[in-house]
């Protein structure tokens, strides 16, 4: 293999006050006559993906010069290579911005591999045998939860075979979170839950926790716009401390809300436990994970009960390897996963995951459901494809991970059009 020798630096301008988002983009190359590319990607929020950017490079070593075929062959052994490097580890391991990097390098090196097999990511999980799919997965720090032998046992006879016609034929459930960023205006609000209804959307989340007043207005508003038969979901993206955390939504449960996303720190298992317990009576769940560092946190907060909803990341667990532990884990305990998926290519990335879920996992959408956001779709060369608020699985080869080339060129940084012009225009002030 060869590891390309730059990682584009994209900005992307979102409906938040502060970030921009962007994203180090991972691309190998090989010398095999077809030609293909694994192309890859975390994002972070801006400043902060050149760190990310200076990881990849450190990590690049265990990539350079190897066959995909020996990899693949030792999948786990090539991902404890990465979460384990002897020197790398001190500021992991398997957390932070060298896991950022770790995750952009296995996507790509997965969507590389799904595209010799001439199959989209989900499609060459679903035809895995089961010993193939379980070699991928590091089980160590998870054998007191799930072991390799039990979660063979599970998947029934040595295979994962249940059908997909359910999935060909009416994609998987989506929620939309487009609607409610703080910082829209009602009159913004109301007009983009009109459009969403009328496109068919029933599952919304709106942005919580600067206010309390302006959430109970906020929330008052969509909820007469969506009805009481359609779900709602809120989401505190960790403001809180936990008493705060239980004392704001025991104002805000008149809405019905259907859970609380990261109500306090994503690290703070036994907190969210407390907060799980409280709103219980509610009938309000916590959902939590999107920030979570690795399969060890999502293991905890399966032990302490502190989730209802399992919300796993392409880009910050160590890619799909470390998101098939926690899939099996959430299996085990019953816990339904309704994954994150904003930012920068994560409708395309996790699509795949939450499919396979349903087709080789969990085979339920009870309680079900995977976040979209309609945001930075047009810069990949295979973007989602939403049908009747559903995800409809994608049947080109590959991760969907592959960025337009022209997309590429014009965001890289420092060296695209669009740096170009924003150092002009900061020139001229």
Same mark, same amino acid.
């Given at each position: 293999?060869?590891?390309?020798?730059?990682?584009?630096?994209?900005?992307?301008?979102?409906?938040?006050?502060?970030?921009?988002?962007?994203?180090?983009?991972?691309?190998?190359?090989t010398?095999?006559?077809?030609g293909?590319?694994?192309?890859?990607?975390?994002?972070?929020?801006? *400043?902060?993906?050149?760190?990310v950017v200076c990881?990849?490079?450190?990590?690049?070593?265990?990539?350079?010069?190897?066959?995909?075929?020996?990899?693949v062959?030792?999948?786990?052994?090539f991902?404890?290579?990465?979460?384990?490097?002897?020197?790398?580890?001190?500021?992991?391991?398997?957390?932070?911005?060298?896991?950022?990097?770790?995750?952009a390098i296995l996507?790509?090196?997965?969507d590389?591999?799904?595209?010799?097999?001439?199959?989209?990511?989900w499609?060459?999980?679903?035809?895995?045998?089961a010993?193939?799919?379980l070699?991928?997965?590091d089980?160590r720090?998870?054998?007191?939860?799930?072991?390799?032998?039990?979660?063979?046992g599970?998947?029934?006879?040595?295979?994962?075979?249940?059908?997909?016609? %359910?999935?060909?034929?009416?994609?998987?459930?989506?929620?939309?979170?487009?609607?409610?960023?703080?910082?829209?205006?009602?009159?913004t609000?109301k007009?983009?839950?009109a459009?969403a209804?009328?496109?068919?959307?029933?599952?919304f989340?709106? *942005?919580?926790?600067a206010d309390?007043?302006?959430?109970?207005r906020?929330?008052?508003?969509?909820?007469?716009m969506?009805g009481p038969?359609?779900?709602l979901?809120?989401d505190?993206?960790?403001?809180?401390?936990?008493p705060?955390?239980?004392?704001?939504?025991?104002?805000?449960?008149?809405? *019905?809300?259907?859970w609380?996303e990261?109500?306090t720190s994503p690290?703070?298992?036994?907190?969210?436990a407390?907060?799980s317990?409280?709103?219980?009576?509610?009938?309000?769940?916590?959902?939590?994970?999107? %920030?979570?560092?690795?399969?060890?946190?999502?293991?905890?907060?399966?032990?302490?009960?502190?989730?209802?909803?399992?919300?796993?990341d392409?880009?910050?667990?160590?890619?799909?390897?470390?998101?098939?532990?926690?899939?099996?884990?959430?299996k085990?305990?019953?816990?339904?996963?309704?994954?994150?998926?904003?930012g920068?290519?994560?409708?395309?990335?996790?699509?795949?995951?939450?499919?396979?879920?349903?087709?080789s996992?969990?085979?339920?959408?009870?309680?079900?459901m995977?976040?979209?956001?309609?945001?930075?779709?047009?810069?990949? *060369?295979?973007?989602?494809?939403?049908?009747r608020?559903?995800?409809?699985p994608?049947?080109?080869?590959?991760?969907?991970?592959?960025?337009?080339?022209e997309?590429v060129?014009?965001?890289?940084?420092?060296?695209?059009?669009?740096?170009?012009?924003l150092?002009?225009?900061k020139?001229?002030?």
């Amino acid at each position: 293999m060869h590891y390309f020798p730059y990682v584009p630096f994209l900005l992307f301008l979102m409906f938040h006050t502060d970030p921009d988002y962007s994203a180090a983009y991972v691309v190998i190359e090989t010398d095999a006559r077809d030609g293909l590319q694994g192309c890859g990607l975390t994002f972070t929020l801006g *400043k902060g993906t050149e760190v990310v950017v200076c990881a990849v490079n450190a990590l690049a070593h265990h990539v350079l010069q190897k066959d995909l075929r020996d990899i693949v062959g030792d999948f786990r052994g090539f991902y404890r290579q990465l979460t384990s490097d002897g020197q790398l580890r001190w500021i992991g391991p398997e957390k932070g911005v060298v896991h950022l990097a770790t995750a952009a390098i296995l996507n790509a090196v997965w969507d590389l591999w799904a595209k010799q097999e001439g199959k989209p990511l989900w499609k060459l999980l679903v035809d895995m045998d089961a010993r193939t799919l379980l070699s991928c997965i590091d089980f160590r720090y998870i054998t007191d939860v799930l072991t390799e032998e039990e979660a063979y046992g599970e998947s029934g006879n040595g295979t994962f075979c249940f059908p997909e016609e %359910q999935m060909l034929m009416h994609g998987y459930p989506a929620y939309t979170t487009s609607c409610a960023w703080l910082g829209y205006s009602d009159s913004t609000l109301k007009q983009l839950c009109a459009a969403a209804l009328k496109d068919g959307w029933t599952r919304f989340k709106v *942005k919580v926790g600067a206010d309390l007043q302006d959430d109970i207005r906020r929330c008052r508003l969509i909820r007469d716009m969506i009805g009481p038969e359609n779900t709602l979901m809120m989401d505190a993206n960790q403001r809180w401390d936990v008493p705060e955390a239980v004392q704001w939504m025991s104002k805000l449960a008149e809405f *019905k809300p259907l859970w609380i996303e990261e109500p306090t720190s994503p690290d703070d298992i036994l907190g969210h436990a407390a907060i799980s317990k409280a709103l219980a009576p509610l009938g309000i769940g916590v959902a939590t994970g999107e %920030q979570c560092h690795n399969r060890v946190i999502f293991k905890q907060l399966l032990q302490a009960h502190a989730l209802q909803f399992l919300q796993i990341d392409s880009c910050r667990l160590g890619s799909v390897n470390e998101n098939l532990s926690v899939l099996l884990m959430a299996k085990k305990f019953g816990i339904p996963v309704c994954p994150h998926a904003g930012g920068v290519g994560l409708c395309e990335l996790v699509q795949h995951l939450i499919i396979f879920d349903y087709i080789s996992v969990s085979t339920s959408l009870q309680d079900r459901m995977c976040e979209y956001v309609d945001h930075l779709h047009e810069h990949f *060369k295979y973007p989602v494809i939403i049908r009747r608020a559903s995800y409809l699985p994608p049947k080109d080869a590959g991760y969907s991970t592959e960025m337009k080339e022209e997309s590429v060129k014009k965001y890289q940084y420092p060296d695209g059009e669009v740096w170009k012009l924003l150092v002009l225009k900061k020139t001229e002030r």
